[in-house]
């Protein structure tokens, strides 16, 4: 039986480049392999364990990885969907999938491997007690049990504590879940599904990676310690700089770092098992002794490495087919697949063996043909005969032919993509999920960064009479005039999408509001009906429009009007859909594409749905000038109200007429982001001063780039209150600005989502009033989320609460409140 060789992007893990996403066939260079040999020749593995992205020790990881030359994992809980995103607005599952792909690019990097639960980011939690009574954490322990007898860790090293010390009720449940996992995965009573693909397994010992960082400094000098700022020559960087470089892929979280060099202990307690001495992996034979007739094979091994010569890396290649050989005849277990795996790579690298396979459009639908090529070239200048090529949708390509020294063989064909292959769409978003934690059908795509790709070329070669099987993903190749040749991840779509150009639609009566769908055909020759499934209480007109595209990638824009059959003065949000039929099929499929330069692009298909709130609003004033911020969608969410909202530019603020404006609103985190901002004060201090109304929304605490925010002094603190059903005190319900142009009462605060605030302020000047009051359990009242000041002729607004959520949300609360904020009674 053919020994599979599985290079999709999991491999390309191990590689030293961070440019790697881009190409389906991974390329050691002489000093990468020399690497994978001592690599080869390491039997141990170690797996590190949080709850974020960005928690995990990159040099360590890095150190571990390259150094000690363990197989290294990390496992993030989740994939840090709660945050905010300093690069674009997306937010929610959308900004999950961003730092997914930036974990994966840090990990490319530091040679670890990505796993994840199905754990959901929901945003900052207090304590573990709050954590756990949002995820579903039988379901998430049975993962992290799954994950580890997969990976099979002899150490299992957590970053945080389970207390308090780690800062955070993601953190600390994280070390929780560790410690249930490190015993569970070792019970065969406990998930017994799981032993028809997995075994038990009992990790030698869990260590918590002690830390100072945030003012807390948790190592002490009687702790096991090692020293993991070495220099290695074959990389020619210390693990400071590469750690440096896998850090500074989290930028979404605005998280580049400098580099460090030079000696830098990492320090570790001991939770279970008996302690290190020596060694983290003390009492674990790392050598191929630790396997039953391994001794010979590590003779081997050591053989290969000892007579590698960098110039001619192919007069390797004999030597390592009787490592292959002789790795075949182990009994079937862990370490015989990985090392398998690992002598696979390292023949083809060897043999300079490079192939690929690409389509020739960027988008292809089941059941419709692909133009699609693969490329082998052999530039060991060692006998490799090419046996077959397999295709899906078309099978076996019998080749039977030599590959000759560096001469290009490539296969041009047309293919019929399978009529069953599901759509692209992240395995842990195909279906609707409760708050915290994601359904995932399949549980063995558990513990998984992504998805297989679902179209693949297999490879057949023979090297040395020894039969090799390469699986290369079909992906999109094209030339960027700028860039240079570059590959996309190739998709998988339905016949035909339908975007609706907003997510919310807002009704303050019984008028009515057009909806604008942007259809696009995905293949050639589609048509059918359109329409839109609405709740009761509306109406659409016209009910149906007939639609027909004549080629691939033809859109068109198609306009209803919505309006509710009476009018309501309540507060109600709804959900209303799109439906396309084509060939008796309806489809409800929406187009979402995420594509940053650091990241592979992105693409996915939601449900073409938006939310249609009623609401019982009154606004005074048009024209509303909007500095944007950081993942920030409350101006389109402003608009959506009636509102002119102009984005606001240097020559705006600087050389402007700022009077023309009804209000001006500083976007998320804009203090923190915007150099320019300490220039710009001044003119919006003087549009205050003069009458106007200046809303600034959250900021965090640091860096700023000034410190003097408002007209009167206040700080920011860390405060937040992460329940967002916690009660809300109002502290002078009869202010005016609680009062014009809606009379604000504590039903407003009902259906609020993730948070009600964080980073509220302190120590604010007595010339500012202070609206509410509120706080978690346990705690005592906050009082620093809305500040509210006269200022010469207007009025100035500072709010901690988190509206960069609620309105994208559709909570009719948060539009009346904010409505309110910025609306001055003249």
Aim: aromatic residues 10%.
């Amino acid at each position: 039986m053919f020994q599979r060789i599985y290079t999709a992007l999991t491999l390309l893990l191990l590689l030293n480049s961070s440019q790697a996403f881009c190409q389906p066939s991974p390329v050691w260079n002489a000093a990468d392999i020399k690497l994978q040999l001592k690599k080869l020749d390491t039997l141990g593995s170690v797996l590190y364990f949080a709850a974020h992205p960005d928690d995990e020790n990159t040099r360590l990881l890095g150190y571990l990885a390259k150094e000690k030359l363990y197989r290294t994992g990390y496992l993030s809980l989740t994939r840090g969907d709660g945050g905010q995103n300093l690069v674009g607005n997306e937010q929610g599952e959308l900004l999950g999938l961003i730092r997914t792909q930036e974990l994966l690019a840090a990990r490319r990097i530091d040679g670890a491997e990505q796993f994840f639960t199905r754990a959901q980011d929901f945003g900052f939690s207090k304590n573990p007690e709050e954590t756990f009574s949002i995820w579903d954490s039988a379901k998430i322990i049975r993962d992290a049990v799954w994950v580890i007898r997969k990976f099979q860790p002899d150490v299992i090293i957590c970053r945080f504590p389970a207390d308090s010390r780690a800062g955070h009720g993601h953190h600390t449940a994280s070390a929780m879940i560790a410690a249930k996992a490190f015993d569970l995965a070792a019970d065969p009573n406990y998930a017994p599904e799981q032993l028809a693909y997995v075994k038990p397994w009992q990790a030698k010992r869990l260590l918590w990676n002690t830390f100072s960082f945030g003012g807390n400094n948790t190592t002490a000098e009687d702790q096991f310690k090692i020293d993991v700022g070495v220099y290695n020559p074959l990389l020619g960087k210390g693990f400071g700089e590469i750690a440096a470089e896998s850090r500074s892929q989290h930028k979404s979280q605005g998280f580049g770092v400098p580099a460090s060099r030079g000696s830098a202990l990492e320090y570790f307690l001991t939770i279970k098992g008996n302690s290190p001495v020596q060694s983290l992996l003390d009492g674990v034979d790392q050598s191929w002794n630790r396997l039953p007739q391994g001794s010979a094979i590590g003779a081997l091994v050591d053989k290969v490495i000892a007579s590698y010569n960098m110039d001619n890396p192919a007069a390797s290649v004999p030597a390592l087919l009787e490592v292959r050989k002789a790795i075949q005849q182990l009994p079937e277990g862990y370490w015989k697949n990985q090392k398998l795996k690992e002598t696979e790579q390292l023949i083809l690298a060897c043999a300079g063996i490079w192939a690929e396979a690409y389509s020739n459009n960027p988008v292809v639908v089941p059941g419709r043909p692909m133009t699609a090529s693969v490329q082998v070239i052999n530039r060991g200048n060692i006998p490799v005969t090419l046996k077959n090529i397999t295709l899906p949708g078309k099978g076996d390509n019998n080749v039977g032919q030599q590959l000759p020294f560096n001469n290009l063989y490539n296969l041009n064909t047309t293919l019929d993509v399978p009529a069953n292959i599901p759509v692209s769409q992240p395995y842990w978003l195909i279906g609707a999920h409760p708050l915290g934690t994601y359904n995932i059908e399949n549980p063995l795509l558990v513990g998984n960064p992504e998805n297989t790709p679902a179209l693949q070329a297999s490879i057949q070669l023979q090297i040395g009479g020894q039969d090799f099987i390469i699986q290369r993903p079909f992906q999109y190749k094209f030339t960027d005039p700028v860039k240079g040749e570059l590959y996309e991840p190739l998709v998988i779509a339905p016949p035909v999408i339908g975007n609706l150009t907003n997510q919310v639609f807002i009704f303050t009566g019984n008028n009515s509001q057009d909806v604008a769908v942007k259809m696009q055909a995905m293949t050639d020759h589609v048509n059918g009906e359109l329409s839109l499934k609405l709740p009761p209480g509306f109406t659409s007109t016209p009910a149906t429009i007939t639609y027909n595209f004549d080629q691939k990638n033809d859109e068109k824009e198609f306009h209803f009007s919505i309006k509710p059959i009476k009018a309501e003065n309540n507060n109600r949000v709804d959900t209303f859909s799109v439906a396309m039929t084509y060939n008796g099929k309806a489809y409800t499929d929406g187009l979402q594409r995420i594509s940053y330069d650091h990241i592979p692009v992105i693409t996915l298909f939601p449900p073409a749905q938006a939310r249609l709130v009623t609401v019982a609003l009154k606004h005074n004033g048009n024209n509303l000038g909007y500095i944007p911020g950081a993942g920030d969608l409350v101006a389109a969410s402003l608009r959506q109200v009636g509102y002119n909202v102009t984005e606001l530019t240097e020559k705006d603020i600087m050389y402007g007429d700022l009077s023309r404006y009804d209000a001006i609103i500083a976007g998320v985190r804009a203090y923190n982001t915007i150099p320019r901002m300490k220039f710009w004060q001044p003119h919006l201090m003087e549009y205050v001063k003069n009458g106007g109304t200046y809303l600034v929304q959250y900021n965090v605490n640091s860096p700023l780039v000034m410190t003097d925010l408002g007209p009167f002094p206040f700080s920011l603190s860390r405060d937040r209150v992460t329940d967002e059903h916690a009660k809300v005190e109002f502290l002078n319900p009869k202010d005016p600005v609680l009062q014009y142009p809606n009379a604000i009462v504590p039903s407003d605060f009902s259906g609020w989502v993730q948070e009600l605030g964080l980073y509220y302020t302190s120590g604010a000047d007595k010339a500012y009033d202070k609206l509410f009051a509120m706080h978690d359990k346990g705690e005592s009242p906050l009082d620093g989320s809305t500040l509210v000041a006269s200022y010469g002729k207007g009025r100035y607004v500072y709010t901690s609460l988190s509206f960069f959520r609620q309105l994208p949300a559709g909570v009719p609360g948060a539009y009346r409140l904010f409505v309110n904020l910025i609306s001055a009674k003249k």
